[in-house]
């Protein structure tokens, strides 16, 4: 049973440009939700999706937007990127509201 | 925002002893859950306490909850070298699913 998976591994843009993400969930699961963790911190809530509709959203700008598929897969999108993007950027899967299961994370570096 | 404070930032410690972590949190909960991360990876979920529980204990692990004073602790008893991560806890707010993570205490287990 294939647990959550995200690509790319790690990812180097500069500043200004788009970036996209992809997160697949754990067999089963309905809901994905993404967090953005910085050098040295915790990871930050950016939002939530259930039934392709963004059900929760934690206080990160409107350059951060998402999409989920109809089999549950997720995208997360960062336009006009800001040095302080760069983060481990970590994608969760759970059955609606259950535990969250999370994946290996994409590593953005921001030059 | 950050809602829990892990205490200590950094511990080290022998293998075979205790360790000991703690997390303070600011706002009323539906549950606390504690996660690992070895090196900047993903996270690995290790228990969940619910708001009106007390004490819980997975193996190895001994989680204590108190309400009253908005905090938890992480046991961990006689310490291996594989257990040295970082570890987080995290709080969910009734009527939402999401995490709510600290800045997490970072474990050192040497042989």
């Known amino acids: 049973d294939a647990g959550v998976t995200q690509s790319p591994t790690h990812l180097i843009k500069t500043r200004g440009q788009q970036v996209t993400l992809r997160c697949s969930p754990k067999?089963?699961?309905?809901?994905v939700s993404w967090y953005q963790q910085a050098l040295g911190q915790g990871p930050q809530f950016i939002f939530q999706?259930?039934?392709?509709?963004?059900?929760q959203r934690g206080n990160f700008p409107d350059r951060f937007s998402g999409h989920q598929y109809p089999n549950y897969s997720s995208e997360l999108n960062v336009n006009a990127l800001l040095l302080g993007d760069s983060a481990l950027y970590l994608c969760a899967s759970s059955l609606d509201r259950g535990a969250q299961y999370f994946g290996p994370g994409t590593r953005l570096t921001v030059l | 925002s950050q809602q829990g404070e892990e205490d200590p930032q950094a511990l080290s410690i022998q293998e075979g002893e205790n360790a000991t972590m703690n997390c303070s949190y600011k706002?009323?909960?539906?549950?606390l859950q504690w996660y690992r991360q070895n090196s900047g990876r993903g996270l690995v979920h290790l228990i969940l306490i619910r708001s009106n529980e007390r004490e819980k204990h997975s193996g190895r692990l001994r989680v204590t909850l108190d309400t009253s004073k908005k905090s938890s602790s992480l046991l961990i008893t006689a310490s291996r070298a594989a257990d040295t991560a970082s570890y987080f806890c995290?709080?969910?707010?009734?009527?939402?699913?999401?995490?709510?993570f600290g800045k997490g205490t970072m474990l050192l287990v040497s042989p």
């Open positions: 999706y259930y039934e392709e509709e963004e059900r």
């Open positions: 067999s089963g699961h309905d809901t």
């Open positions: 706002t009323s909960i539906n549950n």
């Open positions: 995290a709080t969910v707010i009734s009527g939402y699913s999401t995490l709510t």
